[in-house]
Structures are given as structure tokens and as C-alpha cells.
């Protein structure tokens, strides 16, 4: 991260972004007005042609708002792990200053817990809690669907990667169990390495097994986390 970097590291949190999982809870109301499909085959076919055509505003308004907030805060994360001034440009335009985060992450702990951040192990019980986090940079954060679309395109540019999976098969063994529901497609991975002729390291596509995750709604099915 940038802007964010140093607060979260005033407040002792960078050692845990890179473990952060999904957040909890999903708000009804925003879903209502979310892009729902009758079937959770249907919405893997329409996520799949989404990503063959780039359309990244599509696939963050077929998702529940839970995986909405782990794509924000992942754009954060991948706006420090590439770290070019492009990206450092649109986490600027879009994302909170760095005392506005500061603040906000110090209230809301405070609120939460009912105890200040403070140092030393109070600081690295405020960076484990994984959902405040991510609920605060996505409550911070200007024109989420925006941020999370310019940074998606941004990446393309770097040399084809990406925030959501690059789909190379079509969904199997989907299960669905209430209004939950999970298939597994197989999606291409891009990672430097040697190919099986050894030379020089190089950028190395392989391919992988990924859970997809849905929900069911009142009218539809979006994407879970």
C-alpha cells in the first residue's frame, strides 16, 4: 500500500495484510440493488463472459457485498505489491487520507473492543481483527465499484494480471446445500519460473483447481467470497 502503508504501520498492522481473510456478514440492502441470476450455473456463465471482455463493473455488481469489500481491499493490496505511479495515483484518487485512516481505524477499534489500539499487543490484536479492517478501508474508500474497476484495468496493463480468476474450464461438481452453494473450475496462474527445458526464470502459466462460492438471495444468486 501506499497511502495507507504508513498508518497501518504507525498502528502495527502490516504484518497481517498479508494474511487477511474474508470478512463476515453481508448487507441485505446493498444486494437488493446487485445484478442476481436464477441459477448459480447461470451466473458462472455470465461472470466467465464478463472476464473474457474485461467488463470489471459487471462482476463486482453480480457479487454479494461481502465480496465486494474483499475486492476493494484487495485492489489496496495490490496497488503495494505492484507499486507503480499509476496505481499509487488511483489509491490517492480514491482512498482515504492517511489521517483519515488513522482516525477512523483507531474509533472503530475503540468502538468495537472498547479499548484504545495502542502499542505493542494491543496493536497486533487491533491487526488480526481481519473484518474491521476491511469494513474500514471499504467505508473509506470513494466510488468502491470505480476504484476496484481502474485498478482491474490498471493490472491488465502490467503484464496481464489480474484481481479475479482467469477462467480455463467450465464449472464442475457444483453442490448446493440451502442457499449456499460451491463448484470448482480450473483457472490459469501466471508465476515466475523455468520451463521444463530449464534457461533463464520467466514468467510461467500453469493451471489450478479454484472453489467458486455462491450465495442465494430474495431474487437471485450473486458471488460469495
Same mark, same amino acid.
Given at each position: 500500500? !501506499?497511502?495507507g502503508?504508513?498508518?497501518? $504501520?504507525?498502528?502495527?498492522? *502490516?504484518?497481517?495484510?498479508?494474511? &487477511?481473510?474474508?470478512?463476515?456478514? @453481508?448487507?441485505?440492502?446493498?444486494?437488493? /440493488?446487485?445484478?442476481?441470476?436464477?441459477?448459480? $450455473? /447461470?451466473?458462472?456463465?455470465?461472470?466467465?463472459?464478463?472476464?473474457?471482455?474485461?467488463d470489471?463493473?459487471?462482476?463486482?455488481?453480480?457479487? %454479494?457485498?461481502?465480496?465486494?469489500?474483499?475486492?476493494?481491499?484487495e485492489?489496496?493490496?495490490?496497488?503495494?505489491?505492484?507499486?507503480?505511479?499509476?496505481?499509487?495515483?488511483?489509491?490517492?484518487?480514491?482512498?482515504?487520507?492517511?489521517?483519515?485512516?488513522?482516525? %477512523?481505524?483507531r474509533?472503530?477499534?475503540?468502538?468495537? !473492543?472498547?479499548?484504545?489500539? #495502542?502499542?505493542?499487543? +494491543?496493536?497486533?490484536?487491533a491487526?488480526?481483527?481481519?473484518?474491521?479492517?476491511?469494513?474500514?478501508?471499504? /467505508?473509506?474508500?470513494?466510488?468502491?465499484?470505480?476504484?476496484?474497476?481502474?485498478?482491474?484495468?490498471?493490472?491488465?496493463?502490467?503484464?496481464?494480471?489480474? &484481481?479475479?480468476?482467469?477462467?480455463?474450464?467450465?464449472?464442475?461438481? &457444483?453442490?448446493?446445500?440451502?442457499? +449456499?452453494? @460451491?463448484?470448482?473450475?480450473v *483457472?490459469?496462474?501466471? !508465476?515466475?519460473?523455468?520451463?521444463?527445458? #530449464?534457461?533463464p526464470? $520467466?514468467?510461467?502459466?500453469? +493451471?489450478?483447481?479454484?472453489?467458486?462460492?455462491? $450465495?442465494? *438471495?430474495?431474487?437471485?444468486?450473486?458471488?460469495? !467470497?
Open positions: 500500500m !501506499h497511502r502503508s504508513s498508518a497501518l $504501520r504507525t498502528l502495527g498492522y *502490516v504484518p497481517i495484510v498479508l494474511l &487477511l481473510g474474508c470478512g463476515a456478514g @453481508t448487507d441485505k440492502s446493498l444486494e437488493s /440493488a446487485m445484478k442476481v441470476y436464477p441459477s448459480p $450455473r /447461470a451466473l458462472f456463465e455470465a461472470y466467465r463472459d464478463a472476464s473474457r471482455h474485461g470489471w463493473q459487471a462482476i463486482y455488481h453480480m457479487s %454479494t457485498s461481502e465480496a465486494q469489500r474483499n475486492m476493494v481491499f485492489s489496496y493490496f495490490a496497488c503495494g505489491e505492484v507499486s507503480t505511479p499509476a496505481l499509487k495515483a488511483l489509491q490517492d484518487k480514491f482512498g482515504p487520507s492517511e489521517a483519515t485512516l488513522g482516525k %477512523t481505524l474509533e472503530e477499534y475503540g468502538r468495537k !473492543h472498547g479499548a484504545d489500539i #495502542g502499542q505493542g499487543e +494491543t496493536a497486533g490484536n491487526a488480526r481483527d481481519q473484518d474491521l479492517l476491511r469494513q474500514v478501508f471499504f /467505508a473509506l474508500t470513494k466510488d468502491k465499484v470505480g476504484f476496484f474497476t481502474e485498478v482491474q484495468k490498471e493490472l491488465n496493463k502490467q503484464g496481464g494480471r489480474s &484481481l479475479a480468476p482467469v477462467i480455463a474450464g467450465d464449472l464442475e461438481d &457444483l453442490t448446493v446445500n440451502g442457499d +449456499t452453494a @460451491t463448484g470448482r473450475v *483457472v490459469r496462474l501466471f !508465476h515466475l519460473g523455468h520451463d521444463r527445458g #530449464g534457461g526464470e $520467466r514468467e510461467v502459466e500453469t +493451471t489450478s483447481y479454484t472453489t467458486f462460492h455462491f $450465495r442465494r *438471495v430474495k431474487r437471485g444468486w450473486l458471488l460469495g !467470497h
